[in-house]
């Protein structure tokens, strides 16, 4: 019997409510936990038993994670419909080859002597970043991340959209003479970032030349643009725009908190990494994280999770993971070109606990169940303990309530008790009722440090990988992404000329009335 087959049939057979095995196991919580630097992780609240623990590790054996997992540090070319090495952990000091050690050395000795640079110079007040997707996501939570346990010696804004209201507002009231513009695009040619490039480049006028610096693969692109060659910091092919982060892409974020705090995060990372290699596979956090996604999503038949951070500067950490998780491993087909099982859930969510006023109400109550990743930090660092401790207490009573949940009987006791009559408890019971037994995990960080943040974006780094690994298929490309670029610049086209191309009657319809609404024909 496949390692596959057995997990269907422990998931065929039940399971016992969350209730009962936390009744029948006193020791639960504490042989489902995991300790990894100042990250504590509880998987006692997934609908995990021992059984199941053990056919996923037998299945994560059985698919070489790691074998693979070796793959990727040693560098070999994993992302294979680009014929590309996947390095990322490198970027962190992750890697046994000396010509990459060499060049990520260099690039973070020259990004170093810039910032310090720019900070004794100071001569600039703000530091706009600009770029999309993961030149992007990325910087913003590490913006809002570092802010926990440092203050920016520079204002940095930043600007993603296409739309004009994303560079307005990032250049809204600043003064070009000391504005410094930072451009971000691995390829320097995606739409969004190329035209508030040029945008900025406009505003900023005879102080572009001194102004504006570019992080890109494509250094040529940058000079084409107008660039000064010593104001360009390149990063590889070898590093996706999604596990960017690490790269010279965080070069913004060096200028505002400065070398010290970036690298206090990559020296967070790399202690992840280590873990990641070196532990066994049944104590591996990231391990453990993808084991229990596969779980929910392939037998269990849950096809979404929420991502909720009870801390105002991981707001950005469910934006950022939908990126990371579903453009890495959102596919259908398997290395060998053959259809794959199903691969990764939607995931969504916001920050806590103004997420409790918006789609608690689902997660408790709604006929679809959604696991939720739960994340805590542990240390006050707004000087406001108070709320500190209201956040920790909404959020490990939002974790037990889904597990818990509340009984009819329960309902009627409390109703009883409040003296409503048997009719209005008939009518009003069946409505304040709770099913409970839905899964979760909670994450308890010590404290929001670059070098705690560091290492939980690298676990989730991680984790992608190992369901990678267990699903078959490449989680380094993204041709998902190609088509509708390629269609839009089409009928961009159509939109500025007026030129008119074979499309559905729909699509036909809105270029019309766009034209018309533009003034065109």
């Not at 630097?37 to 021992?50: E, L, M, V, W, Y």
């Not at 070796?70 to 560098?75: I, Q, S």
């Not at 690994?469 to 989680?475: L, T, V, Y």
Request: some cysteine.
């Amino acid at each position: 019997m496949s390692n596959w087959t057995q997990l269907r049939k422990l998931a065929d057979a039940g399971l016992p409510p969350l209730n009962d095995m936390f009744a029948g196991d006193a020791t639960r919580a504490e042989s489902m936990s995991f300790q990894v630097g100042g990250i504590f992780a509880d998987f006692s609240k997934q609908r995990i038993t021992t059984d199941v623990v053990q056919a996923l590790l037998a299945l994560a054996q059985d698919k070489n994670v790691a074998e693979k997992r070796a793959d990727l540090f040693a560098g070999l070319p994993l992302n294979f419909t680009e014929k590309r090495a996947v390095l990322h952990p490198a970027l962190r000091g992750s890697s046994h080859d000396k010509a990459t050690q060499k060049l990520v050395k260099d690039m973070r000795t020259r990004t170093r002597k810039f910032a310090e640079d720019i900070c004794t110079e100071g001569k600039y007040q703000t530091v706009v970043h600009i770029g999309i997707g993961g030149s992007d996501l990325g910087p913003r939570l590490l913006a809002d991340g570092f802010a926990a346990s440092g203050k920016p010696a520079l204002d940095l804004r930043f600007a993603n959209n296409v739309d004009g209201a994303s560079i307005n507002d990032a250049l809204a009231g600043l003064n070009p003479a000391t504005t410094l513009v930072v451009i971000v695009s691995k390829s320097f040619g995606t739409q969004e970032t190329r035209m508030n490039g040029e945008a900025a480049r406009d505003w900023l006028g005879k102080f572009t030349s001194d102004n504006m610096v570019a992080v890109t693969a494509n250094k040529d692109a940058a000079v084409d643009f107008g660039l000064d060659p010593a104001q360009i910091f390149e990063f590889w092919d070898w590093v996706g725009g999604r596990f960017s982060l690490w790269s010279a892409v965080g070069l913004s974020l060096q200028l505002a908190y400065g070398p010290d705090m970036f690298d206090d995060l990559l020296a967070g990372a790399a202690s992840m990494d280590a873990h990641f290699q070196t532990a066994p596979l049944e104590k591996n956090l990231p391990v453990m994280l993808a084991l229990t996604d596969i779980w929910n999503n392939n037998f269990l038949g849950l096809k979404t999770r929420a991502v909720v951070p009870y801390a105002r500067r991981l707001r950005k950490l469910s934006s950022f993971l939908q990126q990371l998780e579903m453009e890495s491993n959102g596919k259908s087909v398997t290395t060998d070109g053959s259809a794959s099982v199903d691969t990764n859930p939607v995931v969504w969510g916001d920050e806590g606990a103004n997420a409790q006023h918006a789609f608690f109400q689902q997660l408790h109550q709604g006929t679809q169940i959604t696991p939720v990743d739960f994340i805590a930090v542990l240390t006050d660092h707004e000087n406001r303990p108070a709320h500190t401790l209201a956040l920790l207490a909404n959020c490990f009573a939002q974790s037990e309530a889904l597990m818990r949940g509340k009984s009819e009987a329960e309902v009627r006791t409390e109703l009883k008790a409040k003296g409503l009559s048997k009719s209005d408890i008939n009518a009003l019971a069946p409505h304040k009722t709770f099913p409970g037994n839905r899964p979760s995990t909670t994450i308890v960080l010590e404290r929001l440090d670059a070098h705690t943040l560091g290492a939980l974006i690298a676990a989730y780094e991680h984790k992608v990988f190992v369901q990678s690994i267990i699903w078959n298929i490449n989680a380094f490309d993204q041709w998902g992404v190609e088509l509708g670029k390629e269609l839009a610049g089409t009928i961009l086209s159509e939109l500025q000329n007026g030129e008119t191309a074979k499309h559905d009657s729909s699509t036909s319809a809105l270029i019309t009335r766009a034209r018309n609404a533009q003034g065109g024909e």
